[in-house]
């Protein structure tokens, strides 16, 4: 449990690129949403269910670039301040 609430961490500073990008807290809020669709969303064929953030590989990916995403627009804040 403490490991998926890691990885949804992550996950959740993906949008803060487009935001910081388009400069617009609409498309932040936007894109988030999007990403919560796309990670959540539920395939079934009536007996089995199965979605993105069941495949270990996709949330662990997009927490990696989350935190990436993170730590260059933290650095680009630094260097905007001086």
Avoid: H, W
């Avoid at 927490?63 to 993170?70: E, M, P, V, W």
């Amino acid at each position: 449990m403490l490991l998926m609430a890691f990885m949804m961490g992550g996950v959740s500073l993906t949008p803060l690129f487009f935001g910081m990008r388009k400069k617009s807290t609409a498309t932040t809020i936007t894109s988030a949403v999007l990403i919560g669709f796309l990670i959540n969303a539920t395939v079934s064929d009536g007996s089995n269910q199965t979605s993105l953030f069941q495949f270990i590989g996709v949330p662990v990916g997009m927490c990696l670039i989350g935190f990436g995403i993170a730590f260059l627009s933290y650095r680009r804040i630094e260097k905007a301040d001086l």
